[in-house]
């Protein structure tokens, strides 16, 4: 159980163009979904928070304008990352936390997307 | 306030040894504190995790220990196996959201 999945794995597109990302939750609903950017050799870190037919929580220093989040069920949330640039090459990964009585921060990790800019 | 301090930045262990991860926060609103296996390429996977009124959780291989006086945590892999090369993150949270140390890469030789 707790299975996320993204989708494309890979992508490869050219500066100024957008790119869409997918999580999903296939075997459980997921209250929250969150979206980390992780660089080569590096720790993952969060870009934003979203809920479910809610806005997103951007973390500080990420353009809200430019990573646009919808997470329009409680099973999907979408990444789109509009005007693509190079320096926005790097490894996006979504988890979702689980819709229970939990009270704490369980999440599950989707494989991640390797999002290329050329 | 917000780090999580994870060492030794990179580790190598002879296989069949015991491999030790170290990791130290400062938020004591931290409530839970998991571990994650990555691969490159793929996404962390959750390997075992522990709340705070614990001293000490073992999965199989896999044992973490809890120091809430010392604000410190570790993760024990008993028989480390070439398999388990891979980076492993500690993590501390507080509700909705995650703080990870900054990784360490495990080599396990055969």
């Known amino acids: 159980g707790a299975v996320v999945s993204q989708h494309p794995s890979w992508v490869i597109c050219k500066s100024g163009t957008s790119v869409k990302i997918e999580c999903r939750s296939l075997?459980?609903?997921?209250?929250?979904m969150f979206w980390y950017r992780q660089f080569p050799k590096q720790s993952l870190m969060l870009m934003a928070t979203?809920?479910?037919?809610?806005?997103?929580?951007?973390e500080q220093g990420v353009e809200k304008d430019k990573f646009l989040i919808n997470h329009a069920s409680l099973t999907l949330s979408t990444l789109t990352v509009t005007s693509a640039h190079p320096e926005d090459s790097s490894f996006y990964i979504c988890?979702?936390?689980?819709?229970?009585?939990?009270?704490?921060?369980?999440?599950?990790f989707g494989p991640g997307t390797r999002l290329t800019v050329l | 306030q917000q780090q999580v301090k994870q060492s030794p930045q990179s580790l190598i262990v002879q296989k069949g040894g015991i491999s030790i991860i170290n990791c130290a926060y400062e938020?004591?609103?931290?409530?839970?504190f998991p571990w994650y296996q990555q691969f490159p390429g793929k996404g962390p996977a959750l390997l075992i995790a522990?709340?705070?009124?614990?001293s000490e959780k073992k999965e199989g291989r896999f044992t973490i220990s809890f120091n809430k006086s010392a604000k410190q945590f570790s993760l024990h892999i008993m028989d480390s196996q070439p398999g388990d090369s891979a980076t492993y993150f500690c993590a501390a949270s507080r509700p909705n959201k995650l703080v990870f140390g900054a990784g360490t890469i495990l080599r396990v030789k055969s």
């Open positions: 988890s979702a936390r689980v819709r229970s009585g939990r009270s704490y921060n369980e999440q599950f």
């Open positions: 979203s809920n479910e037919g809610s806005k997103a929580t951007y």
């Open positions: 075997d459980f609903q997921a209250t929250t």
């Open positions: 938020n004591t609103a931290f409530d839970y």
């Open positions: 522990i709340r705070p009124d614990v």
